[in-house]
Structure formats: structure tokens, C-alpha cells
């Protein structure tokens, strides 16, 4: 979620007539903070420590904080950080140039965070990291309270897009070399709440696969709680939607599902994933999970174990609970010292480790098409290229010598010759199929060529999203060519 605001915070400013630079020159930073993440505001006040320096250099720098951590805390970042110029929230992405703009004029700070969603973010501007593939919004905000978590009560109640909206999204994105999409929302297969359709998330994913030209659909993530059969047939039934479920199980013990507050229990997520399995055979489950939520036994963790035993996920990625102020569990009285929960945490990640391997290398010998990735440059010692399968996996492949190399964006067929517990290795029976995507890459290529190294370095309007790489101030920008 928050990836995909900072491309509509980019696309804002770019809009703006702000450009980027490459680092350091920045004469605005933009934090957009996630306060679901460990010590989010002690990393974001030692960001902005560091930038103080910069800012007694570079009296016109101007510092920018959004996000969850801003929506939450408020004038307390000026209050912290007085050389902070502008504090902006979840719900008004959209204001940033304008606040920008007024604490410029009126040489002060400008604090502005609302408590409802003003213009649905996908309305916005957004500048795309990647040529080929896209997020796509289809809903903000979670009805859900789970007792770890902080969304609710920052990002609100579920708002959602019309589907006319989204379609039409995903239509302009092709017509642009998109052709893969993510729909994205904190709890997708509850689409439909806000206006009343219960099949609509169902009936969206069917929707997508008549879209011609895009050729990978992906959602995340879905609840088990909401998960529906028609959801299933629908992925079955769409050629274009993928052959994977990224679902979050959290906890394999019912007792501590209770206690984070989420409705399901393991028998019923389990009996999701055989019926997804049914449907769509080979399909790729993957999942979340906590270890060490505040009471939980080694007979909890043990459940865990069991469940993830059963469910051979493809990919876990697992997360050690800490404490987020705010939350509901924060205040529960028995929180587990570390040593348990780092201990219960290394046993998991065996578990997962070694179902992972053996699911990858169940597919050693099947052919994988693999979408090559943007990072997918030849490795020189090893000649191999990288992208991802359709079931997500990364994928390294090899260009037998002589062979035309694929562009970022195309799709390739290779066959699987090895597999490690995060990779597989495609090294025989490689095959490209040049895409849309890959021409939208040679035509980015072109226009990024076409534009003279120095107004790319020029640093006068220029714009650093995400955490800036910080070294000393420059006087004067760079003049080294633009290279690729
Ligand atoms: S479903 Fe639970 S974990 Fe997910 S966003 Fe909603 S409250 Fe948070």
C-alpha cells in the first residue's frame, strides 16, 4: 500500500513540476513513514536528525513526512523536528504540492491531516517504478480489528472504487505496455461492502481476464475469514489471473487467532487452501505469519508448526511480534521476553526453509514463463537473467550464447535445471515471446536517452522519494553522464 503511494506521490510532484534527482542534491525530501513497521518512528526521527545538518547548509531544503506515522502523530513531528516544513496524512496525499507551496510563502511549518479520505488515492497522478507491471487500488482502509494491528485506526473504514473506476485504470495501464496488474487493498475478497455486493470481488477478477493485452493478474492480500468459493472458481476460470494465493494465516493455534481477533481458525484456512488446490492444480500458496503475540504457549507455537506442516506454503514470510503503540495488544500483560520469541522465530524459519526447498524442487524439469524484471540484467559470472514466474517465484535464467536477450517486460520459457528455498534456476530450453511491455521499455529507454545529461542532473526542482541516500551537500549537480 504504501509502495504504491509513494508512486502517486512522485506522480504529484512530477505533476507539480518537480523532477528527480539521483542523491543528494534533493532540495525536497518526501518521508512517506509505515507505522506498521518495527520502531517506525525511531528510524523517522533519526532520518530527520540527519537531515537537519543539511538543512543549515540548504536553507531551502524542505522536508516533507506522510504516512501512517504522520497520521498518527501529528504536530508532534514539528513539535520533535521544528525544521520540518510540512506533516501531511493518509487521507490527503493530494495536498502535498499545495502545502509545499504554502509553507514556502508563508515560512512556516504546515500541519494538515484529515480524518476521511477526500479523493480516492488512485485518482491521483502516479509515476510507476516499473514499465510491465502496476498496482492497482481497488480499496482503502479495513473493517477488520485485528489486535496487533495499527491500519484501522489510521487508514480508516474500507472505502471502496467503483469497478467501472478500476477497469478503466487497468485498461489506460495497458494501452500504456502494462501487463501486469496487482490489485491491491488491505482485505481485497471483502470488495464490495461499501456499495452491497458481496460477489464483486469475484465478478472483478473475471472482469479483468476479458482485458486483452494483459496477460498476469495478482491480488493482495485476501482474509480467510471472507475468503468465498467464488472467489476460487474465478481464479480457476480466468486464464490471466495467477495461480497463487498470498493469504495471511498469522497463527496456526485457534486460541491465539481469537485473541488477535481474527474470525477464522485453522481447520477453515486450511480447507481454503485445499480447495484452492482442488481448483487449480499446482497452485502456489504463500502466507504471514507472527511468532511470540502475547501469551502464546509452546502449544500455540507448536499449532503453528503443525498448520504450516500441512499447508506446504511456497513462501512464508514470518515476522517476530513487537509491540505498536496504539494497538490493542500493546497493553495485553503477558508479552513474551525476546529470547522465546527469537527461539520459536529460528524454529519456524527451519520449517519454512525446508518446505520451501522441497516445493521448489518438486518443480525441477517443468517448464516455467517467466516475466523478466527491471534488475533482470545479465549476471557476468553466471550469464543468467532474472524475472518472475506466474506463480511469483524468482526465477534466474540463462541466455544460451547467441540467443536474443530479453527486455524488461518480455516473457521467457525456460526449464527448471535447480532450486534453492527463495529461487529457481532455468538453465536449458530457453524460448522469448517479445511483449508490449518490452517495447514500452525500449520506448522509456529512448525518451530517457533522448533527454541531455544536464537536465538530468540538474538538481534546482528536484525531488527524492523514499529515504534519501545522504552523503555530504553538493554545491554544484553532477555533471557525469546519464547512463543505464
Ligand atoms: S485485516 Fe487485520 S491485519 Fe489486515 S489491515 Fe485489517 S486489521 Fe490490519
Given at each position: 500500500?504504501?509502495?504504491?503511494?509513494?508512486e502517486r506521490?512522485?506522480g504529484?510532484?512530477?505533476g507539480a513540476g518537480?523532477?528527480?534527482v539521483a542523491e543528494?542534491?534533493?532540495d525536497?525530501v518526501?518521508?512517506?513513514?509505515?507505522?506498521?513497521?518495527e520502531n517506525?518512528?525511531n528510524?523517522?526521527?533519526?532520518?530527520?536528525?540527519q537531515?537537519w545538518?543539511?538543512k543549515e547548509?540548504?536553507?531551502?531544503l524542505q522536508?516533507?513526512v506522510?504516512?501512517?506515522?504522520?497520521?498518527?502523530?501529528?504536530?508532534t513531528?514539528?513539535k520533535k523536528?521544528?525544521w520540518?516544513?510540512?506533516v501531511?496524512?493518509?487521507?490527503?496525499?493530494?495536498?502535498?504540492?499545495a502545502?509545499?507551496?504554502?509553507?514556502?510563502?508563508n515560512?512556516?511549518?504546515?500541519v494538515?491531516i484529515i480524518?476521511a479520505?477526500?479523493t480516492?488515492?488512485?485518482?491521483?497522478?502516479t509515476?510507476?517504478?516499473?514499465?510491465?507491471?502496476a498496482?492497482v487500488s481497488?480499496s482503502?482502509g479495513?473493517?477488520?480489528t485485528?489486535t496487533?494491528?495499527?491500519v484501522?485506526?489510521l487508514?480508516?473504514?474500507e472505502?471502496d472504487?467503483?469497478?467501472?473506476?478500476?477497469?478503466a485504470e487497468i485498461?489506460?495501464?495497458?494501452?500504456e505496455?502494462v501487463?501486469?496488474?496487482?490489485l491491491?487493498?488491505q482485505?481485497?475478497?471483502t470488495?464490495?461492502?461499501?456499495?452491497g455486493?458481496?460477489?464483486?470481488?469475484?465478478k472483478l477478477?473475471?472482469a479483468c481476464?476479458d482485458?486483452e493485452?494483459l496477460e498476469r493478474?495478482r491480488?493482495?492480500?485476501?482474509?480467510?475469514?471472507?475468503?468465498?468459493d467464488d472467489v476460487i472458481y474465478?481464479?480457476?476460470?480466468?486464464?490471466?489471473v495467477m495461480p497463487?494465493l498470498?493469504?495471511p494465516l498469522?497463527?496456526?493455534?485457534?486460541r491465539i487467532?481469537?485473541?488477535?481477533?481474527?474470525?477464522?481458525r485453522?481447520d477453515?484456512?486450511?480447507g481454503i487452501?485445499?480447495?484452492v488446490r482442488?481448483?487449480?492444480p499446482?497452485?502456489t500458496?504463500t502466507?504471514?505469519?507472527?511468532?511470540?503475540?502475547p501469551?502464546?504457549t509452546?502449544e500455540?507455537?507448536l499449532?503453528?508448526?503443525?498448520?504450516?506442516?500441512?499447508?506446504?506454503?511456497?513462501a512464508?514470510?514470518?515476522?517476530?511480534?513487537?509491540k505498536?503503540?496504539g494497538t490493542p495488544?500493546a497493553?495485553?500483560?503477558?508479552?513474551l521476553?525476546?529470547?522465546?520469541?527469537?527461539?520459536?522465530?529460528?524454529?519456524?524459519?527451519?520449517l519454512v526453509?525446508r518446505?520451501?526447498l522441497?516445493e521448489?524442487?518438486?518443480?525441477?524439469?517443468?517448464?516455467?514463463?517467466?516475466?523478466?524484471?527491471n534488475?533482470?540484467?545479465?549476471?557476468d559470472?553466471?550469464h543468467?537473467?532474472?524475472?518472475?514466474?506466474?506463480d511469483n517465484r524468482l526465477v534466474?535464467?540463462a541466455v544460451?550464447e547467441?540467443?536474443e536477450?530479453?527486455?524488461p517486460?518480455?516473457?521467457v520459457?525456460?526449464t527448471i535445471?535447480?532450486?534453492?528455498?527463495?529461487?529457481l534456476?532455468?538453465?536449458?530450453?530457453?524460448?522469448l515471446?517479445k511483449?508490449?511491455?518490452?517495447?514500452?521499455?525500449?520506448?522509456?529507454?529512448a525518451?530517457?536517452?533522448?533527454?541531455s545529461?544536464?537536465?538530468v542532473?540538474?538538481?534546482?526542482a528536484g525531488?527524492?522519494?523514499?529515504?534519501p541516500t545522504?552523503g555530504?551537500?553538493?554545491?554544484?549537480?553532477?555533471?557525469?553522464p546519464?547512463?543505464?
Amino acid at each position: 500500500m504504501n509502495v504504491h503511494d509513494s508512486e502517486r506521490l512522485s506522480g504529484l510532484l512530477e505533476g507539480a513540476g518537480y523532477v528527480p534527482v539521483a542523491e543528494g542534491l534533493a532540495d525536497v525530501v518526501v518521508f512517506n513513514t509505515c507505522a506498521v513497521r518495527e520502531n517506525a518512528d525511531n528510524k523517522l526521527y533519526g532520518n530527520l536528525g540527519q537531515l537537519w545538518e543539511h538543512k543549515e547548509v540548504n536553507p531551502g531544503l524542505q522536508i516533507a513526512v506522510g504516512g501512517c506515522l504522520a497520521q498518527k502523530d501529528r504536530d508532534t513531528i514539528v513539535k520533535k523536528a521544528p525544521w520540518v516544513d510540512v506533516v501531511f496524512g493518509t487521507h490527503n496525499i493530494g495536498s502535498l504540492p499545495a502545502l509545499l507551496e504554502r509553507a514556502r510563502h508563508n515560512n512556516e511549518a504546515q500541519v494538515e491531516i484529515i480524518e476521511a479520505l477526500e479523493t480516492f488515492p488512485s485518482d491521483l497522478p502516479t509515476k510507476r517504478d516499473s514499465t510491465y507491471a502496476a498496482w492497482v487500488s481497488i480499496s482503502v482502509g479495513c473493517n477488520n480489528t485485528c489486535t496487533f494491528c495499527i491500519v484501522p485506526s489510521l487508514r480508516g473504514k474500507e472505502k471502496d472504487r467503483r469497478p467501472g473506476e478500476i477497469l478503466a485504470e487497468i485498461k489506460a495501464l495497458v494501452a500504456e505496455g502494462v501487463i501486469e496488474v496487482t490489485l491491491l487493498g488491505q482485505n481485497v475478497n471483502t470488495y464490495g461492502v461499501e456499495f452491497g455486493d458481496k460477489g464483486a470481488f469475484a465478478k472483478l477478477l473475471r472482469a479483468c481476464g476479458d482485458i486483452e493485452g494483459l496477460e498476469r493478474v495478482r491480488f493482495t492480500s485476501p482474509h480467510p475469514a471472507a475468503f468465498t468459493d467464488d472467489v476460487i472458481y474465478a481464479m480457476a476460470e480466468t486464464p490471466n489471473v495467477m495461480p497463487t494465493l498470498h493469504m495471511p494465516l498469522q497463527s496456526g493455534s485457534d486460541r491465539i487467532l481469537k485473541e488477535m481477533r481474527r474470525s477464522y481458525r485453522s481447520d477453515k484456512y486450511l480447507g481454503i487452501l485445499e480447495r484452492v488446490r482442488a481448483a487449480i492444480p499446482g497452485a502456489t500458496i504463500t502466507t504471514d505469519l507472527i511468532v511470540g503475540f502475547p501469551g502464546e504457549t509452546e502449544e500455540d507455537f507448536l499449532e503453528t508448526m503443525r498448520v504450516v506442516e500441512e499447508a506446504r506454503f511456497g513462501a512464508t514470510y514470518t515476522y517476530q511480534y513487537s509491540k505498536r503503540p496504539g494497538t490493542p495488544a500493546a497493553t495485553l500483560p503477558d508479552q513474551l521476553p525476546k529470547a522465546v520469541v527469537q527461539e520459536r522465530y529460528e524454529r519456524l524459519l527451519e520449517l519454512v526453509n525446508r518446505i520451501s526447498l522441497e516445493e521448489n524442487q518438486a518443480l525441477v524439469g517443468n517448464v516455467v514463463e517467466v516475466l523478466v524484471s527491471n534488475g533482470g540484467r545479465k549476471d557476468d559470472a553466471t550469464h543468467r537473467m532474472s524475472g518472475r514466474g506466474r506463480d511469483n517465484r524468482l526465477v534466474h535464467f540463462a541466455v544460451p550464447e547467441g540467443a536474443e536477450a530479453p527486455r524488461p517486460g518480455d516473457l521467457v520459457q525456460a526449464t527448471i535445471t535447480e532450486a534453492g528455498p527463495y529461487h529457481l534456476i532455468a538453465d536449458t530450453g530457453y524460448s522469448l515471446r517479445k511483449t508490449i511491455a518490452g517495447d514500452a521499455w525500449d520506448r522509456a529507454e529512448a525518451a530517457s536517452c533522448a533527454v541531455s545529461s544536464s537536465s538530468v542532473g540538474s538538481a534546482k526542482a528536484g525531488v527524492s522519494l523514499g529515504l534519501p541516500t545522504l552523503g555530504k551537500p553538493h554545491s554544484a549537480p553532477s555533471s557525469e553522464p546519464h547512463s543505464h
